[in-house]
Each structure stands twice: as C-alpha cells, then as structure tokens.
C-alpha cells in the first residue's frame, strides 16, 4: 500500500494535524470535503449534525457563527467549508497544514 500512496501523491504517515468537520450525512459539500481530507491521508473526527440544533450551535460558535456545513477545524483553527479546503490546497498550504501536530 506504500507503494501506491506514493505512486499516487498521497502521504498518510505525514499527516498528524487533529481535523475536525461539522458534516449533516447527505451533503454534497461535506462528502467532497471528506474526499479531499480522506485522499491526502488526514484521519478526522466528524460531527454529524443532521437535525441536532444543539450542536449545530456549537458549530457556530466554533466558526465565527457559520450556519453551513461543513465546517472544518485543522489543529483548532477555523478553516472553513468545502470551498476553502479546496483553496489552501490549491495554494499549496494545506498539506503544511495536516503536517503540523
């Protein structure tokens, strides 16, 4: 399976960041977002919040009161949803990012 992964760009032995995502089950955005997260080896806690209001409003005070999902947390820091996890790795910053413990 090393073999693979390196032959396919991916690095999961690298990845030691805490990922944490806010997800409800049928979101398209979330599903992308945990592809990515999943393809670049990043282990994540997922938050299902499908009709929880409760946790929903733990999310928005984790994220600067954002309402959508998913919601995403690399190390404790506010990165964002779906669209902005694909930026930082098309800038190059986001597998800096899974790198740091």
């Known amino acids: 399976m090393e073999f693979l992964n ?7 032995d690298a990845v030691k960041a805490n990922v944490e995502i806010y997800t409800w089950q049928t979101c ?25 209001e409760a946790a929903r ?8 009161q954002r309402r959508s999902v998913p919601q ?3 190390n404790d820091r506010h990165i964002g949803g779906c669209d ?9 910053q986001l597998d800096s990012l899974l790198t740091q413990a």
Request: a positive charge.
């Open 6 to 12: 390196r032959l396919l760009g991916r690095n999961p």
């Open 28 to 52: 398209p955005y979330c599903i992308r977002a945990k592809l990515l997260l999943w393809w670049k080896g990043a282990a994540f806690n997922e938050y299902k919040i499908d009709g929880d």
């Open 57 to 64: 409003a733990q999310m928005a005070e984790r994220s600067n």
């Open 72 to 74: 995403i947390f690399i």
């Open 84 to 92: 902005d996890l694909y930026a930082l790795d098309g800038q190059g």
